[in-house]
T-cell receptor, first 108, second 115 residues
């Protein structure tokens, strides 16, 4: 069946290092993806999005890469900060298929 | 503060009861989606409303129903509650019928516990 999933449930990095969070999807017809950040006790917060006609999109300290050949996307966070500690989800919108999430922990 | 308000923040219900959860969106946000997020899981799409009509539904039984009102508020109703319905329920609103154009804004959720 269709699914959107994440490779790793947890990721721990040192403050200042770069973080890479991965996501796999199985629906080849998916054409729009969003990365969300969810802090404890809060709803998901939009980080960055990408359409299937793009391979890469950059924001402030974040970059999303999309590889349609292997149906994989990744979120790269540059110079990770303690405030980046959260659970990160990739999602296919608008039908909202979310992965289980990756918990990012930033060590000072 | 995201502009999407959900109430109540926490709720405890007994198995078999009915519950109504509420969401108040920003003015002009005529698309609203509801999600169920079990502990340690990603949000699961329940359904979406656009201009007061349901226009998409996930794999949830009919005892999950919704309403959207002209004042940009909406409700999620769950009948005959089961223990597995315990979860965080999120609503997300968008300015238009194409969230990929306008983005989604999520509320902080209602934590429902069924005992």
């Amino acid at each position: 069946g269709e699914s959107v999933g994440l490779h790793l449930p947890t990721l721990s990095v040192q403050e200042g290092d770069n973080s890479i969070i991965n996501c796999a999807y199985s629906n080849s017809a998916s054409d729009y993806f969003i990365w969300y950040k969810q802090e404890s006790g809060k709803g998901p917060q939009f980080i960055i999005d990408i359409r299937s006609n793009m391979d890469k999109r950059q924001g402030q300290r974040v970059t999303v890469l999309l590889n349609k050949t292997v149906k994989h996307l990744s979120l790269q966070i540059a110079a990770t900060q303690p405030g980046d500690s959260a659970v990160y989800f990739c999602a296919e919108i608008p039908r909202g298929r979310f992965g289980a999430g990756t918990r990012l922990t930033v060590k000072p | 503060e995201t502009g999407v308000t959900q109430s109540p923040t926490h709720l405890i219900k007994t198995r078999g009861q009915q519950v109504t959860l509420r969401c108040s969106s920003q003015s002009g946000h005529n698309t609203v989606s509801w999600y169920q997020q079990a502990l340690g899981q990603g949000p699961q799409f329940i359904f979406q409303y656009y201009r007061e009509e349901e226009n998409g539904r996930g794999n949830f039984p009919p005892r999950f129903s919704g309403l959207q009102f002209p004042n940009y508020s909406s409700e999620l109703n769950v009948n005959a509650l089961e223990l597995d319905d315990s979860a965080l329920y999120l609503c997300a609103s968008s300015l238009g019928s194409s969230p990929e154009l306008y983005g989604y804004t999520f509320g902080s959720g209602t934590r429902l516990t069924v005992v």
